[in-house]
């Protein structure tokens, strides 16, 4: 591995097809080994597949995954190209019944950072996430 590597993935269909989520875990994984950082698998994957549901539930437009290592981290982001963003983007407390709102919840706790903006175009938003690299 590449001090600095950056991969990029696109799904295209609009709306996007549920599988595009499955998918993502599986080059999140198969990634992760590639470069050496399969300690990292677990985590990543569950905040990657949180994010992209996020993005095929809410956005529904084509999604890019975009991985990259450098330093003492491993980033990504989750692009959509959906209608608008989502501004108070930020973990909310579920109630002990709903069925969802706790993926942005899981993804604070997994991350060292993390944060969501609006695309340069006006179209869509990204949300990105950083997790520190084993020793």
């Keep these: 591995m590449n001090a600095q590597e950056t991969r990029?993935?696109?799904?295209n269909q609009e709306p996007p097809r549920a599988q595009c989520v499955g998918e993502a875990r599986e080059i999140v994984r198969k990634t992760l080994a590639d470069w050496g950082l399969i300690a990292l698998a677990d985590e990543v994957t569950l905040i990657v597949s949180e994010l992209m549901a996020n993005?095929?539930?809410?956005?529904?437009?084509?999604?890019?995954?975009?991985?990259?290592?450098?330093?003492?981290?491993?980033?990504?982001?989750?692009?959509?190209h959906g209608p608008g963003w989502i501004p108070a983007a930020s973990p909310e407390v579920a109630d002990v019944d709903s069925e969802s709102?706790?993926?942005?919840?899981?993804?604070?706790?997994?991350?060292h950072s993390w944060g969501a903006a609006p695309n340069l175009?006006?179209?869509?938003?990204?949300?990105?996430?950083?997790?520190?690299?084993?020793?």
């Excluded at 006006?122 to 020793?135: C, L, N, S, T």
């Design 8 to 11: 990029c993935w696109r799904w």
């Design 55 to 80: 993005a095929v539930i809410h956005a529904r437009s084509r999604v890019k995954l975009t991985l990259a290592v450098n330093g003492a981290y491993l980033s990504g982001e989750i692009t959509d």
């Design 101 to 111: 709102g706790r993926g942005l919840g899981i993804v604070a706790a997994l991350t």
């Design 121 to 135: 175009d006006g179209q869509g938003m990204r949300v990105w996430f950083a997790v520190r690299k084993p020793a």
